[in-house]
């Protein structure tokens, strides 16, 4: 069983900057691939950034391109988010997931993932 225990949302005004963190344990390998999702208020979780530990390779939803940047460390299991010059469209409730057998063709979807941290609530406002 995998845990993830994610950390560091808050309150931010509009072109601020904050960071995610994300520590998994339990049964993870070199293999997963960790990512974030975000659930606006009223709207459907949407994928937001994700890598993929065997190639390292990194994904992004087009609207956070160049202001998200997801990191990761195999090793010690932790996935980062840093997101700057947010805006108040980012607010949401984000929530770091893992997928044990990631494939390039459904890493973006939600329903590929097998475990959920609890959330992070991240508000973007004046």
């Known amino acids: 069983q995998v845990q993830l225990v994610e950390s560091g949302g808050g309150l931010v005004q509009p072109g601020g900057s904050l960071r995610l963190s994300c520590a998994a344990s339990?049964?993870?390998?070199?293999?997963?691939?960790m990512g974030w999702f975000r659930q606006p208020p009223g709207k459907e979780r949407e994928f937001v950034a994700a890598i993929r530990f065997s190639t390292n390779r990194i994904y992004y939803e087009d609207s956070v391109k160049g202001r998200f940047t997801i990191s990761g460390d195999k090793a010690k299991k932790t996935v980062s988010l840093q997101m700057t010059s947010l805006k108040p469209e980012d607010t949401a409730v984000y929530y770091c997931?893992?997928?044990?057998?990631?494939?390039?063709?459904?890493?973006?979807?939600?329903?590929?993932?097998?475990?959920w941290g609890q959330g992070t609530q991240v508000t973007v406002s004046s």
């Open positions: 997931a893992a997928d044990p057998a990631p494939i390039q063709s459904t890493i973006r979807s939600a329903q590929a993932y097998d475990y």
């Open positions: 339990g049964g993870t390998t070199n293999q997963y691939a």
